[in-house]
């Protein structure tokens, strides 16, 4: 399996962490600033897992994890909830993501997330 | 024969003598004969209307009528005008109150032994001497003027003292009216403080949501950086610094955390919650820390019923209240945690301790945010917001006394249904 992600956040700076945190890693990413951008990047390629945030400009995470479903159902999505709010967490998982980071989140976190997201997709 | 003053006074005004009472006595046969026919004839009267026929259909009320009325006949003949004679007089005005006749049939009740009685004279005591028979009708005119007289002012009396006791009554049950509105009063204060507290927490807690969104991002930022940094650093003097910048950043994530956790709409969980219990063992999850300070426990935990609530943030609110005793009591003292009911409906939690105290000026600090008397770093000052919104949340309250040097305690309502 491809150690491939799609990162998507409508923040350039966190865009560009998370790339460089995950390249540190070992993974290979790409990036986009909305759910619209993401979808096509989907299009093109196949991505080992994507970590979104929810609450960008006009389309949310949500509509992204609805949008895979369909274009790569076994693609697992990690989202970033930054409100820290129980529903946008009960939300995620309901509407079919691996699961949540809430931010502020410890880098850690989100490479854990990720990792378990690859490790689940490869037991499958 | 003794006569009291009264009854002195109300015969001389009536003109009404030894002549009439002799006179009177002349009638005793003739109302024997005719006390039957002159009962029967009083009670077909009653019968012709609608208030006394309804009194009568009670065969107890009518037969005990019957007899009085005959009685009554009978003692027109002797009339004593003592004590006792009034005292029956006055009975009939009694219990006319009593039953709440009006006076017309009473003394209606006169006028119709008055019109029997006259023919009956003429046609026996006055035979053969008109003249005696014209004073007999008119001394049983006065004596029928003396009783009716009498009731009617016993109806009043009566009256009146119904009317006084009524307004007594009235008037105790303004007061009581009163009573409950001022307490009505009080419990919509208490209400109106505890919305308007629930309101300012909400304000509070939609700015915090928007603010900690805002930091979240590049906090989260600043920290992958950090650490990527982390990893390429050398030199053990910059890693160090490194190494504090993102435990520095570790800590306002906490803050936020904490924040996001109050700012979050709970949704309002609600099972049965055992306070004796829950008490027990957030008392047992801080055991180890309590007994590492020497600090003794005093529980007095009965079991009061439950309170509707969620009890992990129930939980959570006693365990920082704990952990705040525990911080107020370096050197050791001695924690007291009590669960009573009180006469609102709420269990009542007090938790005291023998710590350090809280000072006066600040006491009406202690719930603010940010408001913290612990070293920088040890406190975010936001234990005991969360307190107070959690009491608040599950409709209840929280107070604080405290004296400096003594111990602090703090009392938690919570409603028991």
Known sequence: MTRRILIVDDDSAMRQMLEALFQDEGYATDSAESVDEAVARLRESEYGAVLSDIRMGIRSGLELVAELRSLRPGTPIVLMTAFGSSDAETEAIRAGAFGYLSKPFEPEAALLALASAFEARSGV | VPIDLDTAQRLSFLNLGDEDQALLADLEPVLERHADALVAAFYRHLLSFAPTRQLLR???????????????????????????????????????????????????????????????????????????????????QKLLSFDSQVAMEAYIEAGRRNLDFLTEELAEQSRQLEREVEDQGVALRRTREQARAAEELASVATLV????????????VIQGHAKMLESKMVDDDARWRLETIRGQISRISKIIQTLLNMARPHPARRVPVALDALLDTSLSFVGEKLGRRRIEVERDLPAIGSVPGDPERLQQLFLNLFLNAADAMPEGGHLRVSLAKDGDGHAVVRVSDTGSGIRPEHLDKVFDPFFTTKEAGHGNGLGLMVCKGIAVDHGGSIDVTSEVGKGTEFRIALPLR
């Open chain 2, 58 to 140: 009670d065969p107890a009320v009518k037969d005990r009528l019957l007899v009085k009325q005959r009685a009554y006949l009978l003692s027109l003949a002797r009339p004593t005008f003592d004590e006792r004679f009034v005292a029956e007089r006055r009975r009939i005005g009694e219990v006319h109150q009593r039953i709440g006749l009006d006076p017309r049939w009473y003394l209606g009740a006169y006028a119709l032994y008055q019109s029997l009685l006259t023919p009956i004279i003429w046609e026996t005591a006055a035979k053969g001497d008109p003249e005696r028979g014209a004073r007999t009708a008119t001394a049983l």
């Open chain 2, 209 to 220: 949501a928007g603010l900690a969104h805002e930091i979240g991002t590049p906090m989260g």
